[in-house]
């Protein structure tokens, strides 16, 4: 059945695609020894001296992802230690004592506010599952393999809601995904934080779990691009992701002195020393650089000049031309009211030109993505001859205008058509006629911009070139 020269042991123990096979002693051992390698490189990072870097590397390369192929196993302790490492490491690097709820929001993944150093033991039940199901059909599934099967199952629902839990029988008929499986763990590890936090813990924790707000920990933290934190500053805004306490409660600030709380929501609400108008100017200036690039050409502490003599507070952002040619000031001041059920982007989008909009960018999409719903498509067949021609025509049009304004010569003349009597017939006119001339390779003396394309035209198709 196997080939003569295939070699063979005794041994009942062995290591197969990075994970061990064998008893629970030899499995240990093995995650042991890989441990034990892993806490060679989780050593090294502290001495970085620089929190942002620190996490970046413990996230990326020096925690859950070098060790991902050993939460496939059923059964093993060490996966809790491995664990304990990785936060030991991140304590260590970052300079901070990580409490209970910390330490678990850190394990969370980015989109649900924590670090990304995820468990693997809270996702080693998933893992199991899903490579089970997927390799060994149901009906071959031996007695062994059910036991494990159901032992992993019941350790899966012991970690997630109820609504989320899942049954041995559903699962060997329909294999899960290990994704699937993981985002019901952490799911049901953010709400367990969110239902035991206080009602500023629930309102930090919604804030760093919105889309994108976990944008500054996957960042690659370059000086060069502006991308790099100091060692201080890393630390404090880690503190602060994590709810735990930057200064000691009642600590009279430097600036104004007034006391200040443990969680740092007096520091961001000071007003001497300047960083509120520093973080109002950056958060203008960002906004601002959005405005340049769709060309609407704003204007930074701009009066509007709507009144002669106005004397109100200029605009933090002045678009000229935002709607229907009449400008639109913007103060960055009110944002604090942006998000709510009252707020200016829920108002925004309940508004009928937002839902306009919409519309529009929706059947756009839908004429890109299926042609034969637009117009060419519609019309009769009588009129779409005269359809093509009107577009080829346009076509030639914007060609010289566009020619015109790379070569910065003005669109001259009173008069687009044939009629006028002025010497002068516009640039326009002339580069329209100087291309029907080299197009046919003659001089001619036709002024009217059909007759001229229809001969071009005409040409083009007995040469077999396309205009």
């Not at 049901?188 to 924790?205: C, H, K, Q």
């Not at 690659?220 to 306490?245: R, T």
């Amino acid at each position: 059945m196997f080939p003569s020269d295939i070699t063979c042991s005794a041994c009942p123990h062995f290591e197969l695609l990075g994970a061990p096979i064998g008893s629970a002693e030899f499995c240990a051992q093995y995650i042991e020894s890989k441990r034990k390698d892993a806490l060679h490189l989780l050593s090294l990072l502290p001495q970085l001296c620089n929190p942002q870097v620190a996490v970046t590397i413990l996230r990326s390369c020096a925690s859950f992802c070098k060790l991902a192929h050993l939460h496939l196993l059923h059964q093993c302790q060490n996966r809790c230690l491995v664990n304990c490492d990785v936060l030991h490491c991140f304590e260590l690097s970052s300079a901070i004592e990580l409490t209970l709820p910390a330490a678990k929001q850190a394990s969370l993944n980015l989109s649900h506010g924590g670090l990304g150093l995820r468990s693997l033991h809270r996702h080693a039940p998933a893992a199991y599952i899903s490579s089970l199901t997927t390799s060994m059909p149901s009906d071959n599934c031996s007695v062994t393999s059910k036991v494990y099967l159901l032992a992993a199952v019941n350790a899966y629902n012991a970690k997630v809601s109820q609504p989320d839990a899942i049954s041995i029988e559903s699962k060997l008929d329909v294999p899960p995904h290990q994704h699937a499986l993981s985002s019901h763990i952490e799911e049901a590890g953010f709400n367990s934080l969110f239902s035991d936090a206080t009602t500023v813990t629930m309102a930090r924790l919604q804030a760093i779990s919105a889309p994108q707000a976990h944008a500054w920990l996957k960042v690659q933290p370059s000086p060069k691009l502006g991308l790099a934190l100091m060692p201080d500053e890393a630390q404090v805004i880690l503190k602060w992701w994590l709810g735990l306490p930057l200064t000691p409660e009642g600590t009279p600030c430097p600036l104004c002195h007034h006391n200040m709380d443990a969680w740092g929501h007096q520091m961001l609400t000071c007003r001497s020393g300047g960083d509120v108008i520093t973080r109002h100017n950056q958060l203008r200036d960002c906004i601002a650089e959005f405005c340049h690039k769709a060309c609407l050409s704003p204007q930074i502490e701009k009066g509007s000049g709507i009144l002669p003599k106005d004397q109100s507070r200029p605009a933090d952002i002045l678009v000229p031309n935002w709607s229907l040619s009449r400008p639109a000031a913007f103060d960055i001041k009110k944002y604090n009211k942006a998000t709510g059920r009252q707020g200016y982007l829920a108002l925004h989008d309940q508004s009928q030109y937002h839902k306009d909009a919409v519309m529009l960018s929706l059947a756009f999409s839908e004429a890109v993505d299926n042609p034969e719903t637009t117009l060419p498509y519609k019309i009769p067949a009588t009129a779409k001859e005269t359809y093509d021609r009107n577009v080829h025509i346009l076509k030639f049009i914007t060609k010289d205008i566009i020619l015109c304004g790379k070569q910065n010569i003005p669109l001259r003349g009173h008069r687009d058509d044939y009629t006028s009597v002025a010497a002068n017939k516009g640039d326009h006119s002339r580069q329209l006629l100087c291309r029907v001339h080299m197009v046919l390779g003659v001089s001619t003396g036709v002024q009217a911009c059909d007759v001229m394309f229809s001969l071009a035209q005409e040409w083009a198709e007995t040469k077999d070139i396309t205009l």
